[in-house]
């Protein structure tokens, strides 16, 4: 069983920054695409961020292009979110996702096996 748990949100100003984290609980994390998604109220969940397995792939959303970068560290089994120059649009729950072994880059919730459990995110104006 894959457990995936979020961590780093929080209430922060238009401008300001956080760093998400997702811890992941398995041994093969390393052959995982991870993603960030995330969800506000009365909306889908979309998607904002996914990595390869490598690190050496990451895919944005062209809303968060620019201001958030998504990384990995495989001998931590960990996926970082930095978000920066946050806007009040951004707010919402953020939700980290794994895919085994994916191919192609995955974009869509449908194309992820594990998620988290979520973390909000409040940006005021």
């Known amino acids: 069983q894959v457990q995936l748990v979020e961590s780093g949100g929080g209430l922060v100003q238009a401008g300001g920054s956080l760093r998400l984290s997702c811890a992941a609980s398995?041994?093969?994390?390393?052959?995982?695409?991870m993603g960030w998604f995330r969800q506000a109220p009365g909306k889908e969940r979309e998607f904002v961020a996914t990595?390869?397995?490598?690190?050496?792939?990451?895919y944005y959303a062209d809303s968060v292009k620019g201001r958030f970068t998504i990384s990995r560290d495989n001998a931590k089994n960990t996926v970082y979110l930095q978000m920066n120059s946050l806007k009040p649009e951004d707010t919402a729950v953020y939700y980290c996702?794994?895919?085994?072994?994916?191919?192609?880059?995955?974009?869509?919730?449908?194309?992820?096996?594990?998620w988290g459990q979520g973390t909000q995110v409040t940006v005021s104006s």
């Open positions: 990595i390869s397995w490598s690190g050496a792939i990451p």
């Open positions: 996702a794994g895919r085994y072994a994916p191919r192609g880059v995955p974009t869509t919730p449908a194309e992820y096996d594990y």
């Open positions: 398995v041994r093969t994390f390393s052959r995982f695409a």
